[in-house]
Structures are given as C-alpha cells and as structure tokens.
C-alpha cells in the first residue's frame, strides 16, 4: 500500500526508504530534510537547549506543525481524512 506524505500530500512509493523519525508520520524524505534546516531556524531563533526537556518538547511541537499533523493551537489533524488537510494553506 502506498503511503502519502503528511507534508505535501505527495505519494511515498513502497520501495523509498523513509528517515526513521519521518517514517513516524509518514513524510517523504524531502519534506523531512526541509523540516531538518527548519528545526534549526526554530532553534536558534528561540535560543532553545536541547539539554532541557521542555525545549526538546517545544521543537517536537514544531515537528509535528511542520508536517501537518498537529495545529499550532495544539489540535491534532487526522491526515487520513483528506478533507480535512490542506497542507498549502496556512493553519
């Protein structure tokens, strides 16, 4: 079965091999490398320290933004249901 991209609703093909972390949601490799180079914007930008838990939760927030199954108000998107996710429009 063919996965789709939480990100950009693109068709993952079965014979890709995702990122461990990307294969969580599932997003497709290049989405996840945008959200790599984006992760450290976040982290600089808020000057967050990855040795403090709640700074790691903060960017696992973001993660979860980024790749569109999670709002920002903290809701979380059933990306299964394709009605409901609009990946090129701001949340």
């Known amino acids: ?10 068709e993952i093909p079965d014979d890709v091999e995702l990122d461990t972390f990307a294969a969580n949601y599932p997003c497709c490799n290049t ?17 967050l320290d990855m040795s403090v838990s709640d700074h790691r939760k903060v960017v696992k927030k973001y993660e979860k933004v980024f790749v569109g199954v999670m709002t920002p108000e ?12 609009k990946p090129d429009s701001p949340l």
């Open 74 to 85: 903290g809701d979380i998107i059933n990306y299964a249901d394709e009605s409901k996710r």
């Open 31 to 47: 989405c996840w490398e945008e959200w790599k180079q984006y992760r450290i914007m976040v982290m600089n930008e808020m000057k």
């Open 1 to 10: 079965m063919a996965r789709t991209c939480t990100k950009c609703k693109k």
